[in-house]
C-alpha cells in the first residue's frame, strides 16, 4: 500500500466507524428511553434519505451531472419492492425482505438504464430539467396504475374497474392511494429496521468507495473533469457516466425499499421533484462529492425541521433562512475569503491551503 | 370540429401564461446562467398582493396590479442582490440553484404563515364579456381574448426593448460575455438587476392571468406553473426570447390537447416526454443556439 491508498483507505475506514459510532449512540439512547418519539421515529427515514443522497452525490458528485429525478427511482424501487413483498406473503419473511431489497433495487437499476440511455447524451441543464421531466412522468403514470392479484395471477389496469377480481383476490395498487399495510407484513421484524437500515447504508458507502477508488471510478472522473481529454484518451465517456448513473439509480431505489417497507401508506405524490430537490440539497451542503458531508448533511437536515417543531409554523420558515445563509456562508467567495482570514488570525504563521 | 378550435383556443390561453413565465425564466438564464427556481413563487406573490390589496384594503383593481408589479420587481431586485450576487463567481454553478430553492421555500412559508394553506378563491378583475362566435357555437370567454392580447404585446414591447434600446443591448452584451461587456463600460450588476427587475415584473401580470383563469390560489400555486413554464424555457431553447414565447404556446397547446384527447391524470406526463422528444432531437431547443465545445 502507498501513501495515498493508506489515505484513502483511513479516510473510508472513518466514514464507516461514523455510521457504526452513530448507530450505537443512537440505539444505546433509544433503548435507555432518551429518545423521544418523535426522534425514534426518525431513524429509519434518516437512513433512507442517507441511502438516497449518497447515490445521488455518486452522479452529481462523481460523475458531474445534474439530476432533479431521483426521486422517481426511489419511487420505482419503492412499488416494484412493496408490490412483491404484498404477492409473495408466502415466502418466509426474512429472504422475502432480501429479495424485495434486491428486486427494488434491479427494477430501479432497468428505469436507470432506460432513462439514462438518451439523457446522458444531453449536457448541463438540459439534462437536469429531463432528469426532472423523466421523474414527474414515472409519478404520473404510478399514479393510474391499478394491480390487483387473485387466483387467476395479476391483473393490471389503468382504471379503478379495469379488471374483476376472482373471490378471495385483493386489490394491491390502487392509484393515486398508492399500496397500504406493506409495514404490517413485517410486523416481527419491525423493530430491527433501524439495524436493517444502517446496514443499507454500510453497503451504500462500500459500493460507492469502491467504485468511485477503481479504475471505473477514475474514469468516471476523468469524464467530469475535462470530457474532451477523457474521450481522447480513449475513455468511453458515455459508458462510464451511465454506469455511474445506473448504480446510482438502483441504490435510490433501495432508499425506496426502506422507505416503503417502513410505511403503512405508500402514496407516490410523495415522490415528487421537492423530494429530489430536498436529496440535492442535502448533497450540496454535505459537500459536492464528499460522503461523508453528504451523510453529516442528511442526519442534520432532516431532524432540523423536526427538532424545530416546537416554533411551529416558523419551522419551514427558518429551515429556508438557515438554507440560505449556509449557502452563502459555504460558497460565496467573500465569505470563504473572510472565513480563511479568521482562521489566519487564529493560527498565525501557519500556511494554509486553499480548500477545494 | 368547434371543440376542436375551442381546445386550442384555450392552449394558447394557458400556453401565453407560461410564455409570460417562461421569459422571466429565460431572461434570468441567459444573463445570470441561472436556474432561478424561486420564479415560480414570484408569481403566487403577485397574485396574493392583488387579492389583498382589493379584498383587504380596497384599492381599485388597476392600482392593485399596479401594485403587484411594483412590489414583485422590487422583490426580485433584492432577491438577486442578497441571495444570488455574492454567488455569482461561486467554485460550483450548483450553489446559487440550492440558494434559489431556498428563495422558493422562503416565499412558499412566508406566504403560508400571512395567508394560510387553505385556497382562496381568486377575485375577478377583469370583466370583459365573452365572445360568441358562428351563431353560439363557439364561444371565447373574455379572460382568454385578454390574456392573448395581454401577452402579444408583452412580447412586441420586451422584443423591441431587447433589440433597440440601450439597457436591452446592455442585456445582449452581457449574456454573450460579461467581462467583454464590463470592458465596454457595461455596468454588469446594474444589468443583472434590470433583467430579475423585467422577469418579476412579469412573473406578478403572469400571476393576475394565470389566477383569473383559474382562480384558486394557495402558497404553492405557483410552482407547478413554475416548473412549466421552465420546461417550456427549454423547450424553446433556454435563453433565447422567441423560443420562450414559442415554446409556452406550444405547451400551453399540448397540455389542453392532451387533457382533453388523452387522459387528464397523464396531461403532465405528456407535455414531459414531448419534452424528452424535442431534446432528443435538438438538443439545446427549438431555438437554442448550438455551441461547439472546443478543446
Not at chain 1, 448513473?245 to 431505489?253: P, R
Not at chain 2, 420587481?73 to 467554485?91: D, F, H, N, S, V
Amino acid at each position: 500500500m502507498n501513501k495515498n491508498e493508506r489515505k484513502i483507505f483511513k479516510n473510508n475506514m472513518l466514514t464507516y466507524l461514523m455510521v457504526i459510532a452513530f448507530f450505537v449512540i443512537v440505539q444505546t439512547m433509544s433503548s435507555t428511553g432518551h429518545l423521544s418519539n418523535l426522534l425514534n421515529a426518525l431513524l429509519v427515514p434518516i437512513c433512507v434519505y442517507t441511502v438516497a443522497t449518497l447515490s445521488l452525490n455518486l452522479v452529481v458528485g462523481f460523475s458531474g451531472e445534474l439530476s432533479l429525478g431521483h426521486a422517481g427511482f426511489m419511487c420505482v424501487g419503492a412499488y416494484a419492492s412493496a408490490l412483491f413483498s404484498n404477492i409473495a406473503q408466502n415466502v418466509p419473511l426474512v429472504p422475502r425482505f432480501i429479495i424485495a431489497i434486491l428486486i427494488g433495487a434491479a427494477v430501479a437499476a432497468v428505469f436507470g438504464f432506460l432513462i439514462g440511455i438518451p439523457v446522458l447524451r444531453l449536457r448541463g441543464d438540459y439534462l437536469a430539467i429531463v432528469t426532472l421531466a423523466f421523474g414527474e412522468i414515472i409519478k404520473n403514470l404510478i399514479n393510474i396504475l391499478y394491480v390487483g392479484v387473485d387466483e387467476n395471477g395479476l391483473h393490471v389496469a389503468t382504471t379503478s374497474n379495469g379488471y374483476k377480481l376472482a373471490a378471495g383476490g385483493k386489490q394491491i395498487m390502487k392509484g393515486a392511494l398508492g399500496i397500504s399495510g406493506t409495514s404490517a407484513l413485517y410486523k416481527p421484524i419491525k423493530s430491527w429496521f433501524f439495524l436493517i437500515g444502517i446496514i443499507l447504508v454500510l453497503i451504500t458507502l462500500f459500493i460507492i468507495q469502491n467504485l468511485v477508488y477503481s479504475r471505473t471510478g477514475r474514469a468516471i472522473m476523468a469524464a467530469r473533469d475535462n470530457r474532451i481529454a477523457a474521450e481522447s484518451v480513449g475513455i468511453n465517456v458515455l459508458k462510464y457516466k451511465l454506469t455511474a448513473f445506473v448504480v446510482s439509480a438502483a441504490l435510490a431505489g433501495v432508499a425506496g425499499v426502506l422507505y416503503s417497507h417502513n410505511l403503512s401508506m405508500l402514496k407516490v405524490s410523495t415522490f415528487d421533484y421537492n423530494l429530489s430537490i430536498l436529496i440535492l440539497v442535502y448533497v450540496v451542503l454535505g459537500g459536492i462529492g464528499n460522503l461523508r458531508g453528504s451523510i453529516i448533511a442528511t442526519v442534520i437536515l432532516y431532524a432540523l425541521p423536526e427538532l424545530l417543531r416546537g416554533f411551529s409554523n416558523y419551522r419551514m420558515l427558518i429551515y429556508a433562512v438557515v438554507l440560505i445563509a449556509m449557502m452563502l456562508f459555504n460558497w460565496a467567495p467573500a465569505a470563504r475569503n473572510w472565513r480563511s482570514r479568521m482562521l489566519e488570525k487564529i493560527r498565525p504563521g501557519k500556511e494554509r491551503k486553499e480548500a477545494a | 370540429m368547434m371543440s376542436f378550435i375551442s381546445y386550442l383556443i384555450s392552449g394558447i390561453n394557458l400556453g401565453s401564461v407560461y410564455a409570460i413565465i417562461a421569459l422571466g425564466y429565460t431572461m434570468v438564464y441567459g444573463i445570470a446562467k441561472m436556474l432561478n427556481f424561486a420564479h415560480g413563487d414570484v408569481i403566487m406573490v403577485g397574485a396574493f398582493v392583488i387579492l389583498t390589496a382589493i379584498t383587504k384594503a380596497g384599492l381599485a383593481p388597476w392600482m392593485s396590479v399596479l401594485l403587484a408589479i411594483v412590489i414583485c420587481t422590487l422583490m426580485g431586485i433584492t432577491i438577486e442582490a442578497i441571495a444570488y450576487r455574492p454567488l455569482r463567481k461561486a467554485a460550483s454553478p450548483l450553489a446559487v440553484l440550492i440558494t434559489a430553492i431556498g428563495v422558493s421555500y422562503l416565499l412558499q412559508n412566508l406566504a403560508l404563515l400571512l395567508f394560510g394553506a387553505d385556497a382562496k378563491s381568486f377575485v375577478t378583475i377583469i370583466n370583459v364579456p365573452n365572445v360568441s362566435l358562428f351563431g353560439g357555437q363557439l364561444t371565447i370567454k373574455g379572460i382568454t381574448i385578454v390574456t392573448i392580447i395581454v401577452s402579444a404585446i408583452i412580447m412586441t414591447v420586451l422584443t423591441l426593448f431587447v433589440k433597440r434600446t440601450k439597457p436591452g443591448r446592455a442585456m445582449q452584451a452581457v449574456s454573450e460575455d460579461k467581462d467583454a461587456a464590463q470592458l465596454m463600460g457595461v455596468n454588469v450588476n446594474t444589468t443583472i438587476s434590470l433583467t430579475f427587475a423585467i422577469g418579476s415584473g412579469l412573473a406578478a401580470i403572469a400571476g393576475l392571468l394565470l389566477c383569473s383563469a383559474y382562480p384558486t390560489l394557495t402558497p404553492y400555486t405557483g410552482s407547478m406553473p413554475g416548473i412549466k413554464a421552465f420546461v417550456a424555457a427549454v423547450f424553446g431553447g433556454i435563453g433565447s426570447i422567441p423560443g420562450a414565447m414559442v415554446g409556452g404556446i406550444l405547451l400551453g397547446i399540448i397540455e389542453i390537447f392532451g387533457r382533453a384527447y388523452i387522459s387528464t391524470q397523464i396531461a403532465d406526463a405528456i407535455c414531459f416526454a414531448v419534452l424528452i422528444i424535442v431534446l432528443l432531437v435538438k438538443p439545446t431547443g427549438l431555438f437554442g443556439k448550438n455551441v461547439q465545445e472546443k478543446v
